[in-house]
């Protein structure tokens, strides 16, 4: 049994977005004041409107349409799993509602091309951004729990929970 393209691919690409902008949120201080810097952080909150897009996206499809597997496990470890995607979710849709609130708080500008009023003060932004840094190192580090438990399944349970995640392009690969 495997989950619908659909559902694999929004898996894939929230996967993608989260690493890619964990990791310019995390080096875009690194980059000295100006344009670079300013193209980079642009590029960072344009992924994150694409993110809240695909977050939606995911939360509706799954709620309607997407296909829904029997679980792979029982017990404690159903309840752990369960329970992980639920924090997984909870978490997402908090980091992408304070990204939204620190775009407006700081007044951010999309490549100088779109611009964002800011609507806060220096310290109410700065705590905005502390509170998205925190959740997006939370989604990160849930997000890697995550990614260690389907690779035990596949190579220390040696069982197929992996396989129903991953594109059919991977599992061609695979054999």
């Known amino acids: 049994m495997r989950y619908d393209s659909r559902t ?20 875009a201080d690194l980059i000295p004041r100006g344009p670079l810097r300013d193209a980079y952080w642009s590029l960072h909150f344009t992924l994150g409107f694409l993110f809240v897009a695909v977050l939606l996206v995911r939360i509706v499809w799954r709620s309607s349409g997407g296909s829904h597997l029997p679980p792979a496990e029982r017990g404690i470890l159903q309840i752990a ?49 502390d509170l998205h840094e925190l959740a997006a190192n939370a989604v990160l580090a849930l997000a890697a729990l995550h990614a260690i438990a389907g690779l035990a399944h ?11 995640m991953l594109p059919n392009h991977a599992l061609r690969g695979s054999k």
């Not at 349970?157 to 129903?164: E, F, K, N, S, Y």
């Open 8 to 27: 694999i691919a929004l898996h894939w690409v929230t996967a993608g977005l989260v690493i890619a902008l964990w990791i310019i949120g995390q080096t």
């Open 81 to 129: 799993a369960t329970s992980t995607h639920y924090l997984l979710y909870a978490l997402m849709i908090a980091v992408a509602a304070l990204g939204l609130a620190n775009a407006f708080a700081h007044g951010v500008s999309l490549f100088g091309i779109v611009h964002f009023p800011r609507l806060a003060d220096h310290a109410q932004a700065e705590s905005i951004g």
């Open 154 to 164: 596949h190579y220390l349970r040696h069982d197929t929970v992996l396989q129903r």
